[in-house]
């Protein structure tokens, strides 16, 4: 009898300390859980009351689409991923550009097919050099990167339809005072883009294997076009087989690298010397001397309007392409039946082939940086000339992941002039050229030094790329650079009166010019998957390997993300517990509203696996 009442009794204990474990356990889930309700209220607060802000801005362009004062708020509460910070400023340019956004989505009915498109626009109403619709190509690829957030696919795969099938596809360029080249090509071709990576980006946040399989030969059918229009043909110049595009086309109006081409070429461009060649390649008022010069009557092909018809092989149209060829590669083997696969290998053959030219025909060993060189089939002009001048668009093959990581020690050096003030530093923001370059100049409506969002939402990634998927360890300088500029950029948003324009001047400007609520760049997804780390897969798992450094914020809440049909929040916080003694320092990652992850240090790369995970259904209306 004795022997079973200490047995009950130890049964009794045992049973007080498990229950008393899990009660800990449940009680330190609740935490997490309770935290997660309060700070997702608290940033829908914070997102009501930015948009009734924006909303009262003056002097702002009209959306482009239904989207506006009356309805706005309600679409963004519905779709965008919430963000909030301990730093307002970063909170609130977030904001905003989600605001800007909304105002760029635009319902087109198309008179080719009678079809209705929802597009995005760049700049509001209708301009010249623009498509039909509105839609501009130039930043199409910062817009799928940024809008593939969105929690309604609907919008994007419309957009991609659009260029890759509607009349974009195959309506050729209007002709107007805007056109400013000889080359008559497809709307969906009339600037550099890279569409195709930009829809793979897309897949990975919405899979859709469906869509996926409807749209891939559209696609192919795009890169034909710039194989068909854009390769350098002259199979005996160094610059075979690379792709081409002029300055304009490559969305960079002009640049250092074409007036050392131009420079150094004779005949038709004799015109530009050392001495004289800022009369004639310096912005939009100096072409116009060009046209009425005795070069332009005797040689009148070699210039359009006053714009010389004169082709550089940038490291940015290359890296655009060889990113689409890896697409394509992606996109196909994920079908995974015999035809696809072999489609696959014929484009990661290509993609392959571009990447080795890339590497040695525009890397500069000497000067340890990707350089453009001049087309080696310009009709006018120097061909296969080497332009040593360092460029931001240097960087773009970073952004691709092209560098090969067998020997990336090989080009990792160029990253030092990105934090150079030699380089592209400077006191309010990047610039696009070199500043210890003689040319530099940051005043010209150009790419000579003048800072374009456009460019730093390319090198930012790139950067970002290079310390995760590159540097053998990443130290707190590194995060720190990438966070400096990152802030610059927020601060260039404003401080009355937000706004995101087409420049900035990288050494003492306040503030962006040109038009207003312009979306010809990036911030969402500089937010999300640059700096908080989110990295999106194809498989259904992801990647969060943040780059802010611990002592920037007290805490951010980055939710509601709609990814493979589930929904995905971050917290970090310094300090989960104040009243204790030191900081509790956590970042929670939750699925479907449910803990999935917690982990002490922010900066640790975790992958979240959501196969095991029950899958929610959403409607979209």
């Not at 009734?52 to 002097?59: A, G, I, K, L, V």
């Not at 500029?485 to 601060?491: A, D, G, P, R, T």
Request: proline residues 4%; contains cysteine.
């Amino acid at each position: 009898m004795n022997k079973i009442i200490k047995y009950c009794l130890c049964c009794a204990i045992c049973w007080i300390m498990v229950t008393s474990f899990v009660g800990c356990a449940v009680n330190k889930d609740s935490v997490y859980r309770k935290e997660l309700a309060t700070v997702k209220i608290q940033a829908e607060k914070q997102l009501k009351a930015d948009i009734t802000e924006f909303n009262n801005y003056h002097d702002r362009p009209k959306s482009d689409g239904p989207f506006n004062a009356d309805n706005n708020q309600r679409f963004l509460i519905d779709n965008i991923p919430f963000f909030i910070s301990s730093d307002t400023n970063f909170t609130h340019v977030y904001n905003y550009r989600w605001w800007m956004v909304s105002k760029h989505l635009k319902l087109f009915k198309d008179p080719q097919d009678g079809n209705e498109y929802w597009v995005i626009t760049e700049f509001f109403g209708d301009r010249p050099w623009a498509s039909l619709s509105g839609a501009i190509t130039c930043p199409v690829g910062h817009q799928f990167y940024d809008v593939r957030w969105l929690r309604d696919p609907k919008y994007l795969k419309s957009y991609a339809n659009y260029f890759m099938s509607g009349s974009a596809s195959y309506l050729s360029q209007r002709e107007n005072e805007n056109f400013l080249t000889y080359k008559s090509r497809p709307e969906s071709h009339h600037f550099s883009s890279w569409m195709i990576d930009g829809v793979d980006a897309f897949l990975k946040v919405h899979p859709d294997r469906e869509w996926q399989g409807d749209i891939l030969p559209s696609l192919e059918k795009h890169q034909q076009v710039w194989d068909s229009l854009f390769t350098v043909r002259n199979s005996e110049s160094e610059t075979a087989g690379l792709y081409k595009i002029l300055d304009l086309y490559d969305g960079m109006e002009f640049s250092l690298s074409a007036v050392l081409g131009l420079i150094e070429s004779k005949g038709a461009y004799s015109l530009y010397t050392e001495e004289s060649w800022r009369n004639y390649y310096l912005g939009w008022e100096t072409t116009e001397k060009a046209a009425n010069s005795i070069n332009a009557r005797l040689y009148p092909e070699a210039f359009r309007k006053g714009y010389p018809d004169f082709y550089l092989s940038r490291p940015s149209i290359n890296s655009y392409v060889y990113g689409n060829l890896a697409a394509l590669a992606r996109l196909y083997s994920l079908l995974n039946d015999a035809t696809s696969l072999k489609k696959s290998k014929y484009y990661q053959q290509r993609a392959s082939a571009l990447q080795e030219k890339i590497l040695t025909k525009l890397w500069s060993q000497q000067d340890q940086f990707f350089y453009t060189r001049t087309a080696g089939d310009n009709k006018y002009g120097v061909r296969d000339f080497q332009t040593r001048v360092r460029e931001s668009v240097g960087y773009t093959p970073w952004y691709f992941n092209l560098i090969p990581h067998s020997n990336q020690s090989k080009y990792e050096k160029a990253w030092d002039m990105f934090g150079s003030e030699r380089g592209f530093a400077n006191e309010a923001g990047m610039t696009t050229a070199e500043r210890q370059h003689p040319y530099y100049n940051e005043q010209a409506y150009a790419w000579n030094g003048r800072g374009w969002p456009f460019e730093n939402s390319v090198v930012y990634k790139s950067y970002a790329n290079y310390l995760r998927n590159y540097k053998d360890s990443i130290v707190e300088s590194d995060r720190n650079l990438l966070y400096n500029h990152i802030e610059q950029l927020v601060k260039l948003h404003g401080k009355s009166e937000l706004n995101i324009g087409e420049w900035y001047i990288p050494s003492d400007g306040d503030s962006f010019g040109g038009e207003k609520d312009y979306f010809h760049s990036t911030f969402p997804d500089i937010l999300i998957e640059d700096l908080i780390g989110f990295k999106a897969l194809h498989e259904d798992k992801f990647v969060l390997e943040p780059l802010l450094p611990v002592q920037e914020w007290e805490y951010f809440y980055l939710g509601n993300i709609s990814y493979h049909n589930h929904l995905i929040d971050i917290i970090w916080k310094r300090d989960w517990e104040p009243k204790q003694v030191g900081n509790q320092s956590k970042l929670c990652v939750y699925v479907d509203g449910r803990l999935a992850v917690k982990n002490e240090d922010l900066n640790a790369k975790i992958t979240v696996d959501l196969i095991k995970r029950k899958k929610i259904t959403r409607t979209w209306h």
